[in-house]
């Protein structure tokens, strides 16, 4: 349930967990759904506890990215980076090992050192034209360093990559390119509202008579006396009260 709100509803997907958490704490797959729980609301603090709690029941290294990730979001980069050349990293499988190039970018901007952070996600997994399932949000991130760094045009030519390899729609590469290009998006149904368009302005033309009739049937309408309500007696109004949410979020 936690796993599949998340996306949808991350604060409901963090009541679920908490609930959990009072049920299975002592399992560690529920303590690394709690984490991630946590942290898609932003509770980076609460995340990170969880994280950690998780790794030390299986022994596993696979957080290890999404926990320097918590130590970013709490406002301190430098211990990111230094999780970033920790042992773990070195036990990672590809797609972690590049999750935690990404964390160490972030954490070179955060401290303002953009250079740095273009230099962090140059290697063979960028260069390379074979598509995994991290290359859009690798490429993407390039060409947002380039962007900030000022260097523009090789920015245009890395969101372009982040496009072409981003098949599930992952990243907004196709808006940034848009807005560099100066491409403007125009509400085409708000336009539509406010301006009939040519076909049925005709169909107005051609129809004189219209408004007369509407009017007569409106006064037909009066003289029956016909008047549309709604009785109260036919609304319910339904309250649904969680207690295990409740509960949950006293705790």
Do not use: N
Request: hydrophobic share 40%; proline share 3%; charged share 35%.
């Amino acid at each position: 349930m936690v796993a599949r709100l998340l996306d949808e509803d991350p604060e409901q997907a963090y009541a679920y967990s908490r609930i959990a958490l009072r049920l299975a704490s002592r399992v560690a797959a529920v303590r690394e759904a709690a984490g991630f729980a946590a942290y898609a609301t932003q509770k980076y603090a609460e995340a990170l506890a969880e994280f950690r709690a998780s790794r030390r029941m299986t022994g596993s290294v696979d957080l290890w990215p999404v926990m320097a990730d918590c130590e970013r979001g709490l406002g301190r980069p430098e211990r990111a980076m230094d999780m970033a050349g920790g042992p773990e990293v070195q036990k990672l499988d590809k797609a972690g090992q590049v999750e935690m190039r990404l964390v160490a970018a972030g954490a070179r901007r955060d401290m303002g050192q953009i250079e740095a952070a273009i230099v962090t996600l140059q290697g063979p997994e960028l260069a390379s034209t074979a598509v995994h399932s991290w290359t859009p949000r690798l490429r993407y991130a390039y060409a947002d360093a380039l962007l900030e760094a000022g260097r523009e045009d090789e920015a245009r030519e890395w969101f372009g990559k982040a496009l072409e390899a981003d098949k599930d729609g992952a990243t907004d590469a196709s808006d940034r390119l848009a807005q560099l290009d100066g491409v403007e998006f125009v509400d085409a149904m708000g336009e539509d509202d406010e301006h009939p368009s040519a076909v049925e302005a005709e169909a107005e033309a051609e129809a004189p008579g219209a408004a007369e009739q509407d009017d007569e049937d409106y006064e037909d309408d009066e003289d029956d006396g016909v008047e549309e309500y709604y009785d109260e007696d036919d609304l319910e109004i339904e309250e649904v009260e969680d207690d295990d949410a409740e509960g949950s979020a006293k705790a």
